[in-house]
C-alpha cells in the first residue's frame, strides 16, 4: 500500500491552488515559452491562429468571367480528398461536368456554360475510385487518396 499521506495531495491544496492569479500563471508560462521558442513561433502562442483550419472548413470562392462564382470547400481525410459545391440550382447538375487530375479538379460549365474552374487539391489523388453524392444543394465529390509509396533508402557512408 501507498503511504498516501506524504503526497501533497490534501485539503490545504485546494485552497492553495485558489490563491493563484490565472493571469500570473498565464504570463508566466508565455514568458517561459517566449525564452525557449524561437522568435518566428512566438506569434503563435499570442492568438491561436495555427488552431483555425482544423477548426473550420475554409470556404473559397472563385469568380468565373462572366462575373459569377462558384463556392466550394476542400478537405481531407486519411484516405479521400472531398470537395464539396455548393449548386444554387438543380438544372446546374445536367450542364455541370467534372474532371480531375493527380493534384487538380476541374469544374466545368456552371454558373454559366463557357465557365472553367480549376480546384487544387491538397495531395495527390487516384485516378479512379471517384464518387459524387448530391444533398441539401450540395455536390460532395470524394476522391480517394494515391498512396505514393515509391522511396528508396540512401546510405550513408562514412568518410575518414
Known sequence: MLPWNFFPFNKKMNNQMGQFDQNEIDKFVKQMMGQMMPAQMQGMMSNHDWMK??????REQESSPSGESLSYSVFDTHNDVFVRISIKEESWLKQLKLYHTSNQLMVEQIPNANDKHTITLPSIVRKKGTTTSYKDNVLEVKIPKNI?????EIEITEQT
Open 53 to 58: 483550419p482544423s477548426q473550420s472548413q475554409p
Open 148 to 152: 505514393d509509396m515509391q522511396y528508396s
